[in-house]
């Protein structure tokens, strides 16, 4: 069985996230999407709470397989987890140009780390590669519509939260 690892602070998840997510499993038997609190971060969410906004989305309003995704908070190195869930494939997001020179720096150094974990970069469909939850918090507090960026579980948490 083949495992890949999919970190990121999905705050919150999006449909560009969710892309990823269902090209992930096209690959790999199965998938750990793993959340964590970066320390240069500020986030809208508490790693709790984005644990169940990842869950709500991908199960309860998308009816994701549950057998086939594993949703954990970690607080440790990428490729430990992969160790620890027998992954040797990090899955990462790409968006735009922007992205890719951070994604390279830290694909690299998690090559250093662990030469046998591979990283593997998935983009979203064109439709969903402009979305960011960076973007989607600010349309949500200048009180616009979000539904075609993340689910519905996602809009009531982010409404709830303001």
Do not use: W
């Not at 997510?21 to 320390?39: C, E, Y």
């Not at 040797?88 to 997001?93: D, Y």
């Not at 960076?134 to 616009?144: A, P, Q």
Request: aromatic share 10%; proline share 1%.
């Amino acid at each position: 069985m083949k495992t890949a690892i999919y970190p990121g602070t999905f705050d919150p998840i999006t449909y560009g996230h969710i892309d990823v997510i269902k090209k992930s499993l096209k690959i790999f038997d199965r998938l750990v999407i793993a959340t964590t609190d970066n320390i240069n971060k500020k986030y809208f969410f508490s790693s709790d709470e984005r644990l169940l906004i990842i869950k709500n989305s991908l199960f309860k309003d998308l009816k994701f397989d549950k057998k086939r995704i594993k949703v954990i908070t970690f607080d440790t190195l990428t490729i430990n987890l992969c160790k620890k869930y027998k992954a040797n494939v990090i899955i990462r997001g790409l968006r735009a140009v922007s992205d890719f020179e951070y994604e390279f720096q830290l694909a690299g150094m998690n090559k250093k780390l662990n030469s046998s974990i591979e990283t593997i970069f998935l983009m979203s469909d064109i439709e969903n590669q402009i979305i960011s939850s960076k973007f989607v918090k600010e349309i949500t507090k200048l009180k616009g519509n979000i539904n075609k960026f993340v689910t519905k579980s996602t809009v009531k948490m982010l409404k709830n939260k303001l």
